[in-house]
Nanobody, 127 residues
Framework: QVQLVESGGGLVQAGDSLRLSCAASGRTFSSYAMGWFRQAPGKERENVAAISRSGSNIVYADSVKGRFTIFRDNAKNAMYLQMNSLKPEDTAVYYC????????????????????WGQGTQVTVSS
């Protein structure tokens, strides 16, 4: 079982930037598609961005396109989410997740495709 640890969340003002990091244990990180999800109070968990195992295929939620960038460094077993021009509606707990099965070089944006989740990091954007 892989361990995923998010970091980088915090309290910022609208318009600010944050970079979230996800550190993964183990030696198979590069075999799996990964994703960032978020969940705000009273709302369902939603995909923010997803990336294929090679990093060549990426998808973003419409709400974050042009503001967020997902990328990964397979040599460091790490994935990142650069968040710019943050808005109050971006406030949520952000989770990184690893897809359940390896090797496909596609992205996956549905939560049920993932079976390994981090503990989450809180992002709060004040207006």
């Amino acid at each position: 079982q892989v361990q995923l640890v998010e970091s980088g969340g915090g309290l910022v003002q609208a318009g600010d930037s944050l970079r979230l990091s996800c550190a993964a244990s183990g030696r198979t990180f590069s075999s799996y598609a990964m994703g960032w999800f978020r969940q705000a109070p009273g709302k369902e968990r939603e995909n923010v961005a997803a990336i294929s195992r090679s990093g060549s295929n990426i998808v973003y939620a419409d709400s974050v396109k042009g503001r967020f960038t997902i990328f990964r460094d397979n040599a460091k077993n790490a994935m990142y989410l650069q968040m710019n021009s943050l808005k109050p509606e971006d406030t949520a707990v952000y989770y990184c997740a690893r897809r359940a099965t390896p090797f496909s070089d596609r992205y996956y944006h549905v939560p049920r495709d993932y079976d390994n989740w981090g503990q989450g990091t809180q992002v709060t954007v004040s207006s």
